[in-house]
């Protein structure tokens, strides 16, 4: 849409108030909220705020900021106000107020993948598979750790309670332009996945974003609470966000096919999966970015730590479905929900074009269940393991050039900082755990 269609889409809608969106380096949506009078100066480009609020942003000396919106992320809210009234959003870019880009805004560092397929000739296209659980609420809308069923895996109800509230969500997502694909009750009591079409990488991240906000919305209305952290009962399954990703050409085919090649797979598709298992602990501290994201990733609960790749079984860590053609793909299995989408987005996309860019060779699929291997087997088959804490995957993160490239400087050191401090407050804290095994023993 452009300014003008934006302008009479508000006034039918009766859209008195206008969210400028955008998100900070740990990928929470902040907003400017605006009223009717100034949404054509929002629509230039002019509307400012404070940055050194915001996590990761700036220094309180260099704090002018300008809210730069897409206006193809214009949205008109589904629900209204109380007068009837509607709330609008455009999702922005952050830049500096002499108009030159702000080197820490996570949506501006996708962009920069973006342009850099483009060019290589390419176009990359994202499906992402965001799981979520739900829990009950006290008298004060306060999260218990009480699930609202005992439901499995594709459970209807009256065991799955969740089935009302999940299909008010895909109404929502609906109404605001998502095609959703599948909704279903997971295999852990209260986890729940809603699927969404895939589409350029852009705005899919755009709308991993909107779909958590929804989610969250939705829920709250059911009395329930939303949330996306990987693994908030122990036990049980974790919530993953599995990521569908290949790369189309100037034509619009899919260059991860080849009909002629082995396994019909491209060596685009190759070095594309080559780049992403090479990378892989140094990116993973951006797509599994909390210290619970690594009680997710270990093994028995179906959750990859084994940097391998796969044609058959889920134990890799990247999974290459069987469709071919257009469909081929593959599925990185290693993300969780909890992640900035732009920055995970932009790292996996940096290490697969690097692999293109670079030829690099995945080596043979391992088609063999490797949660079922001895430690013996996987070292003869070369798999490495993924880094099993926070601590360690920020390591990994220092060491990496190219995932540090393509965050930029900014981005890396601030997104670095705030991550240690996490892992300092975590490890002088005392656990209950700890108190229950060890209080009474020594």
């Known amino acids: 849409m452009n300014r003008d269609e934006i302008l009479k889409r508000v006034e039918a809608e009766k859209a008195h108030f206008m969210r400028l969106q955008f998100t900070d380096l740990m990928g929470t949506i902040k907003n400017v909220e605006i009223p009717r009078s100034q949404f054509e100066k929002a629509l230039d480009g002019q509307i400012m705020f404070d940055g050194s609020s915001i ?13 730069v919106p897409d206006p193809s992320t214009f949205q008109v809210n589904p629900w209204s106000n109380p007068d009837g009234s509607k709330v609008a959003r455009m999702i922005c870019d952050v830049y500096l107020p002499d108009g030159s880009a702000f080197a820490g805004c996570p949506r501006l560092a996708l962009k920069r993948q973006v342009e850099r397929a483009a060019k290589m000739g390419y176009t ?91 989610v969250k919305k939705v829920a709250v209305e059911h009395g329930l609470h939303a949330t996306f ?13 599995h990521v569908h990703q290949s790369l189309l050409d100037s034509a619009g085919n899919n260059s991860f096919y080849d009909e002629g090649a082995a396994r019909q797979l491209s060596k685009v ?5 080559g780049g992403v298992l090479k990378h892989a602990p140094g990116f993973v501290a951006l797509t599994n970015p909390l210290i619970n994201s690594y009680k997710r990733l270990v093994p028995g609960y179906e959750a990859p730590t084994n940097i391998s790749w796969s044609e058959k079984n889920r134990s890799p860590m990247v999974r290459v479905p069987a469709k071919r053609g257009m469909s081929t793909r593959c599925e990185v299995r290693v993300p969780d929900p909890a992640c900035n989408p732009y920055l995970a987005m932009a790292a996996m996309m940096a290490a697969g074009l690097e692999g293109v860019e670079h030829g690099y060779d995945p080596g043979k699929p391992v088609n063999k269940n490797i949660f ?37 400087d900014h981005i890396f050191e601030h997104y670095v900082a705030a991550k240690r401090r996490e892992v300092s407050e975590y490890l002088i804290h005392v656990h209950p755990w700890e108190q229950d095994r060890y209080l009474t023993s020594f």
């Open 229 to 241: 952290m990987p693994k908030p009962l122990s036990g049980v399954n974790g919530s993953g966000m």
């Open 55 to 67: 996590e990761g942003f700036t220094r309180i000396e260099e704090s002018d900021m300008l809210l």
């Open 269 to 273: 598709a190759l070095g594309y999966i």
């Open 372 to 408: 079922a291997m001895s430690q013996r087997e996987k070292k003869r088959l070369k798999i490495a393991q993924l880094p099993p804490s926070l601590s360690e995957a920020l390591d990994a993160l220092e060491k990496d050039k190219v995932i540090r490239q393509a965050l930029g």
């Open 124 to 214: 990359m296209v994202a499906g992402p598979e965001a799981e979520f659980f739900l829990f009950r609420t006290d008298e004060k809308g306060n999260p218990l750790l009480d699930t609202h069923d005992v439901g499995g895996y594709f459970d209807l109800t009256p065991v799955d309670m969740g089935e009302h509230c999940r299909r008010d969500i895909v109404l929502v997502l609906e109404a605001m332009g998502f095609e959703v694909e599948a909704a279903h009750h997971e295999v852990a009591p209260g986890q729940h996945e809603i699927d969404f079409k895939y589409g350029d990488v852009l705005p899919t991240a755009d709308k991993v974003s909107t779909f958590r906000f929804v």
